[in-house]
């Protein structure tokens, strides 16, 4: 979703997914891309943070 700039409609669909299964990595990585693109870049790092543990 994000490369047709839907970083919005990606985010909609990532961050309930991200907080159902939080230790899924490649949710997170898609959701901090999407946050990021959006210029959220707190949320994307805040996202990434417990990823790199």
Do not use: C, H, Y
Request: avoid cysteine; charge should be negative.
């Amino acid at each position: 979703m994000g490369q047709l700039g839907r970083q919005d409609q990606a985010v909609a669909v990532l961050e309930p997914a991200f907080r159902r299964w939080p230790e899924n990595a490649e949710i997170g990585r898609n959701l901090a891309t999407a946050l990021s693109q959006l210029g959220r870049f707190a949320e994307a790092a805040a996202v990434l943070d417990p990823l790199a543990a």
